[in-house]
């Protein structure tokens, strides 16, 4: 007696053919988007399980020495950021806290790259944690622009301190929202002192004040020297483009050139 079976496996099939094209459309994906996707191991060591190709471009390094040694990360982890992000990532991990944070890692060559790694928590059908997944992005740029805006802004405040000069600003309607430099003692003011006026109250009895700030506001570069009680300023005022709500229209300098003119 033989007794057989025919099943229609073609659903499975079919199911399992979907489900393959569906896990390669979103590895393609994964891997062409401009930062680092990862899959972590829910434990305290952050044991590395899938690192995207981007890994590589970032730090010198192939995937394969991420995954080969789960632990390689933190290798690579900026020594001055080492010991406080292995703890960071240990007790969020304790905590069920998403990683959500930037740190340093060394690259091969030595570069030092700033990342920002922001993670999610993937859960079982219990509420458990099964595995994290996440985003590494590359804020190096950012975070080098910044430092070079602060030693910018640095310079700029040694020099309006020291040099004969006010730098100023004003906003659409007229109103001081900057005022400082070392020359504002010229003019017997503290800096800021008239933030919050408006220039055509504070320069009332100089007409030629209020026209270049009024040809300023209209959109026009205006430079000229003026004269305030003995002193004599040359004054340059640029329109700010498309400024925000609240924020300057125009900003100027005026550095006192009175002994040349005396």
């Known amino acids: ?3 057989g079976f025919l099943r229609d496996l073609s659903g499975l099939h079919a199911a399992q053919a979907a489900l393959q094209d569906a896990e390669a459309r979103f590895r393609r994906l994964v891997e062409q988007v401009p930062a680092v996707t990862y899959i972590c191991d829910y434990d305290e060591a952050v044991s590395i399980r899938y690192i995207s190709p981007q890994i590589e471009a970032l730090t010198g390094f192939a995937p394969a020495r991420w995954t080969q040694d789960p632990q390689f990360w933190t290798a690579v982890v900026h020594p001055e950021d080492r010991e406080w992000v292995i703890d960071e990532m240990a007790r969020r991990t304790r905590e069920e806290i998403p990683v959500d944070f930037e740190y340093r890692m060394v690259a091969e060559d030595g570069t030092v790259v700033h990342l920002l ?9 219990d ?24 030693a910018s802004e640095a310079q700029m405040s040694t020099i309006v301190e020291f040099a004969p000069m006010v730098l100023f600003a004003i ?5 001081f929202t900057l005022s400082e430099g070392r020359a504002l003692e010229l003019l017997d003011l503290e800096p800021g002192e008239v933030v919050g006026r408006s220039v055509f109250d504070v320069y009332a009895d100089s007409p030629q004040i209020a026209a270049a700030v009024r040809r ?19 004054v340059a005022y640029a329109p700010v483009h498309d400024p925000h709500e609240g924020g ?10 009175t002994s040349r003119h005396r």
């Open 216 to 234: 300023a506001l209209a959109g026009e570069h205006v430079s000229e020297l003026m004269e305030i009680g003995e002193l004599v300023f040359d």
């Open 127 to 150: 509420g458990r944690p099964l595995y994290s997944q996440g985003v590494l992005v590359d804020v190096t740029e950012l975070r080098s622009a910044q430092a070079r805006l602060r």
């Open 117 to 125: 790694d922001q993670e999610t928590i993937v859960r079982g059908a």
């Open 248 to 257: 300057p229209a125009v900003i100027g300098v005026a550095t006192d050139v």
């Open 1 to 3: 007696l033989f007794i």
């Open 171 to 175: 906003d659409a309607d007229g109103v």
